[in-house]
C-alpha cells in the first residue's frame, strides 16, 4: 500500500504566537513551515521545497500586495490571505482585483484552523483534479512561486 504524502503547509505571519499556534496544531498532521515576513522566503525557496497551500497574514499582504499580485498572475497560483475577524467588501475587492482568490478569517482556535486547512486542501485537490483530468500531479507549481518570489524579492532589495 501507498503511503499518502502528508501536505506540505507554508504560514507566513507577522504574529510569532500566532505561528507557534500553527504548529503546534498542525504538526502532527501535515509538514508545516512557517516565516514571520516576507525576507524569509529567499531562504525557504533555496531549500527547493514546494507548498500544497500558502496562507498569508493580512499585515504582510497589505504591504506587499503588488508582489503578491505579480505571483498570483505570473505563477498562477493564489496566496490565502488572513484575516483578523471578518473580511469587509471593500479589503476583499482589492485583493480578488490583484489576483487572490481567497480571503479567510484568521482562526484563533485549533478546531476552526484545523478545519479551515481541511477545506483549502480539499478545494485545492478537487481544482487539481479537474485541471489534470484525474491525472494525479506533484503540485510543485507553488515551489515555482516561491523561486519567483526570491527574484522579485531580491531584484527589488538590490533597487533600493
Known amino acids: 500500500m501507498i503511503e499518502e504524502q502528508r501536505k506540505r503547509l507554508l504560514f507566513i505571519d507577522p504574529h510569532k504566537y500566532w505561528l507557534d499556534f500553527v504548529v503546534e496544531t498542525l504538526a502532527r498532521d501535515y509538514d508545516v513551515h512557517v516565516a514571520s515576513n516576507l525576507v524569509d522566503l529567499p531562504e525557504i525557496a533555496s531549500e527547493d521545497l514546494y507548498f500544497d497551500l500558502i496562507f498569508i497574514g ?44 481567497d480571503l479567510l478569517s484568521k482562526p484563533y482556535d ?13 478545494t485545492v485537490d478537487q481544482y487539481t483534479t479537474k485541471r489534470t483530468k484525474g491525472a494525479e500531479v506533484k503540485n510543485d507549481y507553488s515551489l515555482n512561486v516561491l523561486r519567483l518570489w526570491k527574484s522579485i524579492y531580491t531584484a527589488s532589495s538590490n533597487s533600493l
Open 58 to 101: 493580512l499585515s504582510l499582504a497589505e504591504e506587499n500586495i503588488s508582489k503578491l499580485s505579480d505571483l498570483a498572475r505570473s505563477a498562477g497560483w493564489h496566496f490565502i490571505v488572513l484575516y483578523p475577524g471578518s473580511p469587509d467588501g471593500i479589503t476583499s475587492r482589492i485583493f480578488f482585483k490583484a489576483g487572490m482568490r
Open 110 to 122: 485549533s478546531d476552526s484552523l484545523k478545519m479551515m486547512v481541511e477545506n483549502e486542501i480539499s
